[in-house]
């Protein structure tokens, strides 16, 4: 099945660039919560062409402040922000795409009970009885943070759960399917591609649908960038069927 997606995104790729494209390389600013899918679609786009991608993951606010700050880039993808960048003229307007959304989820260690969080009742209940409950520092700038800590106040547990939180600081080395997987907390709130992207670690479900945010992901080619042709294949790339099917499997949607 992987061989056969692989080719099906070779495919897809050779036909979004131009022939005479000259080998080149593009530095990629990516969204942790897109981690697993991308290391996969970056093999693909390297084997299909004679062009390299180096990508920085991170929370998304974080990246959003380094291109807000001038940091050099050919292409990121990042939740929230990218509209803002453009309306400052630091993103291009064309090429803006939509690639893909995602669901928060809880997470437990491997092999613990499953409790039920599937109402808003019985998910408070969950969080309450919980020793401690892992989640994106809103200060890290992950969008699942950020919202997860109104989302608490709004359903009147935060100073609870605050009380016993154990934080994640975001990127590829603090996510929060990691503090569970260790054993450092007994629940955990994320992206749902986030948690499916570590070893240790079971997805209870996503959060109650009253509860549930959809984070879209987004393109954005910045207006330094030095090679924005190649960007902009890659995110042609990012759009085909075969790259959906990949997203699919590693806990997102595509677009």
């Not at 991608?53 to 880039?73: H, M, Q, T, W, Y």
């Not at 939509?98 to 499953?114: F, L, N, T, W, Y």
């Amino acid at each position: 099945m992987a061989i056969r997606i692989c080719a099906a995104l070779a495919a897809a790729l050779l036909a979004t660039l131009p022939g005479t494209a000259s080998a080149s390389e593009i530095k990629v600013l990516v969204t942790t919560a897109m981690k697993a899918a991308m290391d996969e679609l970056v093999i693909a786009f390297e084997r299909a062409t004679p062009h390299k991608v180096n990508i920085s993951f991170g929370p998304s606010g974080a990246l959003a402040k380094r291109v807000d700050s001038g940091e050099a880039a050919d292409l990121v993808v990042f939740a929230g922000g990218v509209d803002e960048l453009i309306a400052q003229g630091k993103i291009a307007s064309a090429g803006r795409t939509d690639i893909a959304r995602a669901k928060i989820g809880v997470a437990v260690r491997k092999g613990e009970p499953k409790p039920d969080i599937t109402t808003t009742d019985a998910f408070k209940r969950t969080l309450l009885a919980a020793k401690s409950v892992a989640f994106a520092d809103p200060a890290s700038g992950g969008a699942s943070g950020v919202y997860l800590a109104r989302m608490l106040e709004r359903i009147g547990i935060a100073t609870e759960v605050n009380a016993k939180a154990r934080l994640a600081r975001g990127g590829p080395d603090g996510m929060v399917s990691a503090i569970i997987a260790r054993g450092d907390a007994d629940i955990g709130l994320q992206q749902i591609s986030e948690i499916m992207s570590v070893a240790g670690v079971e997805l209870v479900g996503p959060l109650p649908d009253e509860l549930q945010t959809v984070t879209t992901y987004v393109a954005g080619i910045p207006v330094i960038a030095s090679q924005p042709e190649v960007a902009l294949a890659f995110i042609k790339f990012l759009t085909t069927p075969a790259a959906a099917a990949i997203y699919r499997a590693r806990g997102l949607e595509p677009g």
